[in-house]
C-alpha cells in the first residue's frame, strides 16, 4: 500500500468515525432524555466523548504525516500511538463518569428518592439502530486498521466494537424497564460502563508497550532471523533489534562471517542481509547491520 493510499484509507477511518458519533451523540441523547432512559443516556454520553477525542485523533494523524526533520530523523509516525493513547484515556474517564452517574441513578431508585418513569419504546429502536451502524463501521475499520498497520486506527475499531456491547447491553436495560423491572435500566448503564473501561485500559496497555519500544513478537523476531540465516556468508545471526516508529520498524541487526573474508565481501554480505529484510519485511523502513568475524572453537 502506497503512503498516500494509507493516508486515505486512515483518513476515511477517521472521518466516518467521527461524523457517525456526532450524529449517534445527538440521537441518543435527546431519545435518552425524552425517553427517560438512563442506559440510552449514558451511551449518547460516550458517543459526545467519542466526538470530542475524534477530533484529538485527527489533528495527531495530521501531526503524524510531518516530513522527517534534523530531531525526528525517521518521521513523526509516533504520533500515531500518542493519538491511540488518546484514545484510551477519553475511554477510561468516560467509563468512570457513566458508571458514577449509572450507580448514582440506581441508588436513588433504590431508596425511593426517586421514581421511575416510564421508558419510551423509542429508546430501544434507538439502541438497535445503534447496534446496527457500529457493526458495519467496526468491521470497516478494523480492515482499515489490519492493511494500514495504524495503531490508532486499530483502536478506533476496538472502540467501535466497544460501543456494539455497551448499546447491546442499554438495549436489554431498556426492554426489562419496558417489561416493568425499571432498575434494570441504571444497572445497564454501570455494564456499559464496565465494557468501556475494560477497553480503554487495553488501548492505554498496547500504547504504552508500543511506546516503550517492546520488541516485535517472538514469531516476527524467528521470520527475521531465519530470512537472514539463509543469506549467502552469514555464519549466525546473534542479535535483532527492532524499534518502532507508528507502522514501520527500524531493524538493527548483529550476525557473524567468515573471519578470513576481506572487508570488501563482508560489505556485500551486510548489503545482502539488509536488502533481504527489505523485501521480506513491508514493515522495515531502515536497517543497520554489523557484522564480525565468525569465533572458531
Not at 59 to 88: C, K, N
Not at 101 to 130: P, Q, V
Not at 274 to 293: A, D, G, I, N, Q
Amino acid at each position: 500500500m502506497s503512503a498516500q493510499s494509507r493516508n486515505e484509507a486512515c483518513d476515511f477511518a477517521v472521518d466516518v468515525g467521527l461524523y457517525s458519533n456526532v450524529f449517534l451523540a445527538l440521537l441518543k441523547t435527546i431519545v435518552g432524555i425524552a425517553g427517560h432512559s438512563a442506559a440510552l443516556l449514558a451511551d449518547g454520553i460516550n458517543s459526545t466523548s467519542d466526538f470530542v477525542y475524534y477530533v484529538a485523533v485527527k489533528i495527531f494523524v495530521r501531526l503524524s504525516r510531518m516530513p522527517p526533520d534534523d530531531e525526528h530523523p525517521y518521521g513523526h509516525s509516533q504520533f500515531e500511538t500518542i493519538a491511540a493513547l488518546v484514545v484510551g484515556a477519553f475511554i477510561i474517564t468516560t467509563g468512570v463518569a457513566i458508571f458514577w452517574e449509572s450507580a448514582d441513578r440506581g441508588w436513588h431508585l433504590y431508596t425511593g428518592a426517586t421514581e421511575a418513569s416510564a421508558i419510551s419504546i423509542y429508546a430501544l429502536w434507538t439502541a438497535l439502530f445503534t447496534i446496527a451502524l457500529k457493526i458495519g463501521l467496526a468491521i470497516k475499520t478494523r480492515s482499515i486498521g489490519e492493511a494500514t498497520r495504524n495503531p490508532v486506527v486499530s483502536a478506533l475499531a476496538k472502540d467501535h466494537v466497544n460501543d456494539i456491547m455497551a448499546s447491546s447491553s442499554a438495549a436489554i436495560g431498556i426492554v426489562l424497564a419496558l417489561a416493568g423491572y425499571s432498575w434494570v435500566d441504571p444497572l445497564a448503564g454501570a455494564v456499559v460502563s464496565l465494557f468501556i473501561l475494560k477497553t480503554g485500559i487495553g488501548i492505554l496497555k498496547d500504547s504504552a508497550m508500543e511506546l516503550m519500544d517492546t520488541v516485535p513478537g517472538k514469531e516476527l523476531d524467528a521470520e527475521m532471523r531465519a530470512a537472514l540465516a539463509a543469506v549467502p556468508g552469514v555464519k549466525a545471526v546473534e542479535e535483532v533489534h527492532a524499534h518502532r516508529f507508528g507502522p514501520h520498524f527500524v531493524v538493527n541487526v548483529k550476525f557473524c562471517v567468515d573471519g578470513l573474508l576481506p572487508v570488501s565481501q563482508g560489505d556485500q554480505i551486510a548489503t545482502l542481509a539488509e536488502k533481504t529484510l527489505y523485501e521480506k519485511f513491508r514493515s522495515v523502513r531502515k536497517v543497520y547491520t554489523h557484522y564480525h568475524p565468525e569465533r572458531r572453537g
